[in-house]
């Protein structure tokens, strides 16, 4: 494979002298999105999905020099053909798509294949090498439909309201939380921490159509979400506030819920397993579509699914990354700002 090379730095385009996703500082940074694991402050210069820009001025700050595209458009970069296609993975994800004298290579960054209602629906890209994600690369992770997932949310709230409680949704602040307010439409006085706020006004100044919520503050007080609906990041699941809500109860929505131990681990009262990455049948169905003559496995069970691959006649090696560390997004993020990890 003569177009990347995988660095200290991160995954290096020589021919174009770019990085993907780089984990440290360069010149210039193609992103795939916006999630902390896969993006880093400090680099001279960020290309990205238009919808990407809002999310990396929110998180790493205004004065960042962003050049953006649309999917499907083509730019050239030192002789080298990039374009973007949809990830479906969270608004504005990309797989990275170069092209130089005839050989493709395609990385995914984080997908899933199941259309989530207001990512663009990924898009598998024919390729001659594929670097894929494997987060929940093992047979236990088969995901339900969407709509069964949020058949159960909605019951469980519904449930939790007849008893008087506050309903605390635990989600990412970028991507699953959206995602929850979207498949919530409808539901009045529904609350968000702080983050998710900022992220949504990001994506409603960038056309984004999302439903109204309320932003929690220091001033808001625990009577008002009294049956209620609140959705905060994992790093405040456990946190003082949320603990001491009167009747509250608490649902992750997480792939990890796929596994029981997982819930007990979380401490939740309920576990919902709504993931924004492919799951075990997702990954493969991705990668045979691209058609690939070689597959790099990252982050995830690498070990596992890299072999599977080899075994069924794909050619696969696996790499190691510093990707897959959503959770530390929003550990780094959400420190809570105010008193009792409020807002």
Known sequence: MSLLRFTNKGIYCK???????????????????????????????????????PILHQRLGIDLKIETLPYNKQIDINGVKLSLFPAG???????????????????????????????????????HTFVSESTFGLPI??????????????SWISNNHD??????LVAYSLGKAQRLLKGLEGYSSIYVHN????????????????PETIRITADTKKDDLQRGIVIVPPALAEGRWIKNLINGSTGVCSGWM??????????ADAG????????????????????????????????????????????????????????????????????????
């Not at 992770?141 to 909605?154: A, E, T």
């Not at 983050?195 to 999302?210: H, K, Q």
């Open 15 to 53: 021919k174009g002298d770019f990085y993907i996703d780089p984990w440290q500082a360069v010149d210039l940074a193609v992103t795939t999105h916006g999630h902390a694991d896969h993006v880093k402050w400090g680099n001279k210069a960020y290309l990205c999905h238009d919808l990407t820009k």
């Open 89 to 127: 993975h969270v608004i504005g994800s990309s797989q990275i798509r170069l092209e130089y004298k005839g050989e493709i290579c395609v990385v995914s960054g984080d997908y899933k294949v199941e259309y989530d209602g207001i990512s663009t629906a990924f898009e598998p890209v024919k390729c």
């Open 141 to 154: 992770y088969k995901w339900q439909p969407q709509d069964l997932i949020f058949s159960q949310i909605k």
């Open 163 to 168: 008893q008087n409680k506050t309903s605390v």
């Open 195 to 210: 983050s998710i706020a900022n992220l949504n006004e990001a994506f409603i100044r960038a056309g984004v159509d999302l």
């Open 258 to 267: 796929q596994v029981r131990a997982s819930r007990r681990w979380r401490s």
């Open 272 to 343: 919902f397993a709504l993931s924004d990455h492919a799951d075990w049948p997702g990954l493969l169905s991705a990668i045979k579509a691209t058609q690939a003559e070689k597959v790099f496995v990252t982050h995830g069970f690498t070990a596992t699914f890299s072999k599977y691959l080899n075994e069924i006649g794909i050619d696969s090696e696996e790499v190691k990354t510093q990707y897959g560390n959503e959770e530390e997004d929003e550990k780094i993020e959400e420190q809570p700002t105010v008193k009792e990890d409020l807002s």
